[in-house]
């Protein structure tokens, strides 16, 4: 089936630093959204992109739509304690219904 | 907190056996969907209900099936577990079925032995 390859599959950080992650695909994707999974809870939308190229920002984080369509990024500035959690991408394909394709996650850890 | 619950909250069940879980709806929500999420893994879509008929489905065989009641709530029944069933379960509500307004619930954790 479809898939989307989300890097890195954890990441180790000092609290303060910028953190960078992003999903890729080999299909076209319409939409791509960004969630955030802390422990014991569903996975909370951060951020919606609809069109190629398009840029936006929800706090300390930002997000990329992809020019191809097949790629997306996230940004985190300044990341503080309580960014930790599993980070998915999640995409619709361009002649899907509404079911979303999801990245495997990654999970953001911050070094005491 | 998105008002969208889920019960049990853990289960344990042995292969062949049978699962019900439930998902509350918040109000007005129309739709819910279905979701299965292996340890490590993104979830993966199931099915989704729209008032009470379903319209759309993962891959996913036909021992997953479900229902949406009247007041939207729903269920999640799977038949002749096997072992790589267990996972989380999770349910999310939304309006119209736009993905990207779906609360999500806390998920069931369904463990098969």
């Known amino acids: 089936g479809q898939q989307l390859n989300q890097s890195p599959q954890s990441m180790f950080i000092q609290e303060g630093e910028d953190v960078s992650m992003n999903c890729t695909s080999s299909?076209?994707?319409?939409?791509w959204l960004w969630y955030k999974q802390d422990p014991g809870e569903g996975p909370v939308l951060l951020i919606a992109l609809y069109k190629a190229g398009e840029l936006t920002s929800n706090g300390r984080l930002t997000a990329q739509f992809g020019i191809t369509r097949k790629d997306s990024f996230l940004n985190i500035s300044a990341s503080i304690p309580s960014d930790v959690g599993i980070y998915f991408c999640?995409?619709?394909?361009?002649?899907?219904?509404?079911?979303?394709?999801w990245g495997a996650g990654t999970k953001l850890i911050i070094k005491p | 907190e998105t008002g969208v619950t889920q019960s049990p909250t853990h289960l344990i069940k042995t292969r062949g056996q049978q699962v019900t879980l439930r998902c509350s709806s918040q109000?007005?929500?129309?739709?819910v969907s279905w979701y299965q999420q292996a340890l490590g893994q993104g979830p993966q879509f199931i099915f989704q209900?729209?008032?009470?008929?379903?319209?759309g489905r993962g891959n996913f065989p036909p021992r997953f099936s479900g229902l949406q009641f009247p007041n939207y709530s729903s269920e999640l029944n799977v038949n002749a577990l096997e072992l790589d069933d267990s996972a989380l379960y999770l349910c999310?509500?939304?309006?119209?079925?736009?993905?990207?307004?779906?609360?999500f619930g806390p998920g069931t954790r369904l463990l098969v032995l």
């Open positions: 999310a509500n939304s309006l119209g079925g736009r993905q990207e307004t779906q609360y």
């Open positions: 209900y729209y008032r009470e008929e379903e319209n």
């Open positions: 999640a995409g619709r394909l361009t002649d899907s219904n509404y079911q979303l394709i």
């Open positions: 299909s076209i994707f319409n939409t």
């Open positions: 109000s007005g929500h129309n739709t």
